[in-house]
């Protein structure tokens, strides 16, 4: 199975921060990379697949980079209803695997 | 609107069945390939099962394979999950998530999740 790690696990971050989150997979799968939004009691949500492909909806802040095994998901500038667990994801083979989650909280 | 309202989730001691379905609405359901994914209490996300659009291809994480089975109701728009010889571990919270036939394991729509408890 593919192993993706996230760093950090969590950040504590001000509303107008620059925010990078961190994937790194154990081994290489092209772009099958996509990225999930998780708040508290709900469902997770798709914002960004194929590494930096936009999900239909999903604000421009949000920009997602990297290939082979190394990807980074970036929001330019924190709002409020950012605040959440965010998810990395390879949907390059079976079985797909998540990585741990980073919990984005506020400073 | 894309809808996906998953039920069946409760109470059952170690050992135990039960079975989840997951109610489709707001798509051509046959077309798109379903997944169930798991989080258990405080934990993150495990994907558990894939089924194709007519039901003929099923995948499964190696921890639930032999325990459970994935189906799907086309006429009913409708997806299950039979559970069998349930464990503790498999507390969680279950989610059906909807893919595309050409993105498998790329989840674009959620339903709102069951929760299974396993315990005596």
């Known amino acids: 199975d593919i192993q993706m790690t996230q760093s950090p696990s969590s950040l504590s971050a001000s509303v107008g921060d620059r925010v990078t989150i961190t994937c790194r997979a154990s081994?290489?799968?092209?772009?099958?990379l996509n990225w999930y939004q998780q708040k508290p009691g709900k469902a997770p949500k798709l914002l960004i697949y194929t590494a930096f492909t936009l999900q239909s909806g999903v604000p421009s802040r949000f920009s997602g980079s990297g290939s082979g095994t190394d990807f980074t998901l970036t929001i330019s500038s924190l709002q409020p209803e950012d605040f959440a667990t965010y998810y990395c994801q390879q949907s390059y083979t079976t079985p797909p695997t998540f990585g741990q989650g980073t919990k984005v909280e506020i400073k | 609107e894309v809808q996906l309202l998953e039920s069946g989730g409760g109470l059952v001691q170690p050992g135990g069945s039960l079975r989840l379905s997951c109610a489709a609405s707001?798509?051509?359901?046959?077309?798109?390939?379903m997944n169930w994914v798991r989080q258990a209490p405080g934990k993150g996300l495990e994907w558990v099962s894939y089924?194709?659009?007519?039901?003929?291809?099923?995948y499964y994480a190696d921890s639930v394979k032999g325990r459970f089975t994935i189906s799907r109701d086309n006429s009913k728009n409708t997806l299950y999950l039979q559970m069998n010889s349930l464990r503790a571990e498999d507390t969680a919270i279950y989610y059906c998530?909807?893919?595309?036939?050409?993105?498998?394991?790329?989840?674009?729509?959620w339903g709102q999740g069951t929760l299974v408890t396993v315990s005596s």
């Open positions: 998530a909807t893919a595309h036939s050409t993105a498998w394991y790329r989840f674009i729509y």
């Open positions: 707001g798509f051509t359901f046959s077309s798109y390939v």
């Open positions: 089924i194709n659009g007519n039901g003929d291809t099923t």
């Open positions: 081994q290489t799968f092209s772009n099958y």
